[in-house]
């Protein structure tokens, strides 16, 4: 199994770094920034940010959850 976790952590510094970023130009960076390990592990980024917003949503949702 593929661990995405340095991928999220890319993504997260990113838009924490530039928060007008939208979708498509965080997906180019983690294109250029992983280009060949992409390819070779035949992963695509648009994936890997869907997988991303997937993991956040759940980590708000258990945050929000606590909190009740």
């Known amino acids: 199994m593929i661990d995405f976790s340095k991928y999220y952590k890319e993504l997260r510094k990113l838009r924490l770094d530039n928060p007008k ?10 294109r250029v920034t992983y280009r060949e390990e992409l390819e ?11 997988s991303f ?13 606590s909190l009740r």
Do not use: K, Q
């Open 53 to 65: 917003e997937a993991e956040e949503r759940m980590v708000v949702t258990a945050e929000e959850d």
């Open 21 to 30: 970023l939208d979708r498509t130009m965080l997906e180019d960076s983690l």
């Open 40 to 50: 070779e592990l035949h992963l695509n980024a648009s994936d890997i940010y869907d």
